[in-house]
C-alpha cells in the first residue's frame, strides 16, 4: 500500500513523490522506541542511550568547597570598606581539610576544590589579598559566600540527574562517574542487517570481471551504522533475482530490527526490492521529491515491526553511493536514534553561508549538493564539490558538508546565502 496519496503533494514533477518534510514526519510517526534495557560498565555505554532516569544518590559536589585558591574566612569579621588584617591559622587543601576551628579575625589559607573550616562562609582570591607576616591583608567590599561552591549545586541527591531518552557522551560519562555509579541501565544495541543488491557487484578481495563495480555501498553503510553504536550484521552482495532477494530480506528481517538493502529500488526491469517489499511485507513509500535519492522505500517486513517478534522496519535505499549517504543522513540516522530511544533526538544544525558560485535548482524537489564550507573574511562560505553525480563518491571524500536546497528554491546565484549541513560535530 502507498500512502502517497495521503499527502497533499507539492512536487509539480511527480505527483506521487513525498516532499522530504513529509517524509521525515511520517517516517518519525510510524517508529516507536521499543528496545528492552541492560546494565553495562558506564564505558560501555558511550553513544548508548539511557534506559531509566537516573536519580542522583548524593550531592555534587558533596561538601562546600572553595571555587579559588586564596583566603577561607568569616564574612562577619571584615570591613565592609577598608581593609582588614586577619591572622592565617592554617591551610586548607583539596581532599584534606583544615583541622581546628578558625576563631573571630582569623583566617585559614584554603585551595580550590578544599573545604572550607566551620564558620568560614567566603573566600577571597589570593591575587586581592596581601601577605603581612602571619597575617594578610583583606580589602573591602567582599560578598557574603562568594567562591564558595555550595553542596548540590551541580547536582542535588534525589533529583533525576539525567533522564531517559539521554544520549551517552562524553559529559554524560563524566557526569554519571561524579554520582559514583560503575553500571548504568542503557537499552540494548539496534540490530540492523544490511546487504547490498545487484548482478554487477562484485566484494572486495575478488577480481573485478567485465562489467562488474566494487560494492562499495556496504562500507558506507559500515561506517555510518557503527558511527550509531548499532550491532551489525552485514548480509553480502545479493543478486538481482527475486526468490535470493526475497530469502535474504526475510533472513534480514529475522535477525534484526531495521533492514538496510541499496540497490534495486528504482523502476528498472532488474529492480525487485519495491515489489517485494510489497509482498513480504508493507511499503509505506516510495518516492520522494529531493536529488539524489528519489527511490526509497521505507517500510515494514514480518510480523509487528520493531524486531521483538521477527518484524523489522525496512529502508531501501536506491543504489547510487552518493545517494545511499544523503539518504541516510536525511531519513535513515534519526530513524535510527528514534528507535534507539534517544530522546530528544540529536540536533542536525544547518548554518547560512555565502555561495561562491551559481548552482543550478529547480522548484519541485530538495537538493543535497556536496559542499566545500570555509571560513574567511568574517563568514561562512561555501562551494559546490566539482562532480555532483550521484554516483560520484569522490564528492563526499572531498566534501565537508551538504548543501541543502529546499523544496522550493529555485536557481541560486554566486553570492547568494545557502544553508549548509556540516559533516562534523563536535561531540
Ligand atoms: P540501482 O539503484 O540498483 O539502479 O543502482 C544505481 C547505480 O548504483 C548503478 O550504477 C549501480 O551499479 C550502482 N550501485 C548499486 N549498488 C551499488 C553498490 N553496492 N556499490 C557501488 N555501486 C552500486
Ligand atoms: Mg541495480
Redesign the pocket.
Known amino acids: 500500500m502507498s500512502l502517497s496519496s495521503r499527502f497533499s503533494c507539492l512536487d509539480g514533477h511527480d505527483p506521487d513523490a513525498l516532499t522530504v518534510e513529509q517524509a521525515r514526519a511520517f517516517i518519525h510517526s510510524q517508529l516507536r522506541p521499543r528496545l528492552a534495557g541492560e546494565r553495562v560498565a558506564l564505558r560501555a555505554a558511550l553513544g548508548r542511550v539511557l534506559a531509566r532516569d537516573l536519580i542522583a544518590p548524593c550531592n555534587v559536589p558533596a561538601a562546600d568547597n572553595s571555587a579559588m585558591d586564596g583566603y577561607a574566612l568569616r564574612h562577619a569579621d571584615l570591613d565592609d570598606v577598608g581593609t582588614t588584617s586577619l591572622r592565617v591559622v592554617g591551610t586548607a587543601l583539596a581532599g584534606r581539610p583544615c583541622a581546628g576551628a578558625v576563631a573571630a579575625g582569623e583566617c585559614v589559607r584554603i585551595m580550590t576544590g578544599a573545604v572550607p573550616p566551620p564558620g568560614c562562609d567566603t573566600v577571597v582570591m589570593q591575587e586581592v589579598a596581601r601577605v603581612d607576616g602571619e597575617r594578610v591583608l583583606i580589602p573591602g567590599g567582599q560578598r557574603k559566600g562568594q567562591n564558595i561552591r555550595l553542596a548540590g549545586e551541580d547536582l542535588a541527591r534525589g533529583r533525576p540527574a539525567l533522564t531517559a531518552g539521554r544520549l551517552i557522551r562524553p559529559a554524560e560519562l563524566g557526569l554519571v562517574a561524579s554520582l559514583g555509579f560503575a553500571e548504568i541501565s542503557v537499552f540494548r544495541r539496534l540490530r540492523v542487517s544490511f546487504f547490498?543488491?545487484?548482478d554487477?557487484?562484485s566484494s572486495i578481495g575478488t577480481p573485478l570481471a567485465e562489467g562488474e563495480?566494487?560494492?562499495?555501498?556496504?562500507y558506507t553503510l559500515f561506517g555510518m551504522l557503527s558511527r550509531l553504536g548499532c550491532e551489525l550484521l552485514d548480509l553480502g552482495?545479493v543478486a538481482?533475482d527475486p526468490q535470493l532477494l526475497a530469502e535474504t530480506f526475510r533472513q534480514a528481517a529475522a535477525a534484526a530490527d531495521v533492514v538496510i538493502s541499496?540497490?534495486?529500488?528504482?523502476v528498472?526491469e532488474?529492480?525487485f526490492v519495491k515489489p517485494l517489499m510489497a509482498e513480504l511485507g508493507e511499503v509505506l513509500f516510495w518516492k520522494i521529491a529531493m536529488k539524489p535519492g528519489r527511490?526509497l522505500a521505507f517500510g515494514r517486513i514480518g510480523g509487528a515491526a520493531g524486531g521483538a517478534d521477527g518484524g523489522a522496519w525496512l529502508f531501501g535505499l536506491?543504489?547510487?553511493?552518493v545517494?545511499?549517504m544523503v539518504t541516510f543522513y536525511q531519513f535513515v540516522r534519526a530513524a535510527l536514534y528514534r528507535l534507539m530511544g534517544a530522546d530528544p533526538l540529536p540536533l542536525e544544525p544547518l548554518l547560512p553561508a555565502l555561495c561562491e558560485q551559481g548552482l543550478k535548482k529547480a522548484p519541485g524537489r530538495s537538493e543535497y549538493q556536496r559542499g566545500i564550507l570555509s571560513h574567511a573574511a568574517g563568514r561562512w562560505r561555501v562551494r559546490p564539490a566539482a562532480a555532483q553525480g550521484s554516483?560520484v563518491l569522490r564528492s563526499m571524500t572531498e566534501a565537508n558538508c551538504f548543501i541543502v536546497l529546499g523544496h522550493e528554491r529555485g536557481p541560486v546565484a554566486a553570492g547568494d546565502v545557502v544553508e549548509v549541513q556540516p559533516f562534523d560535530g563536535l561531540i
Do not use: K
Not at 213 to 218: A, E, F, G, H
Not at 262 to 266: D, I, N, Q
Not at 318 to 321: Q, S, Y
Open positions: 547490498s543488491t545487484g554487477e557487484l563495480v566494487y560494492d562499495s555501498n556496504r552482495v538481482d541499496s540497490g534495486g529500488v528504482s528498472g532488474a529492480d527511490p536506491p543504489g547510487n553511493p545517494a545511499v554516483g
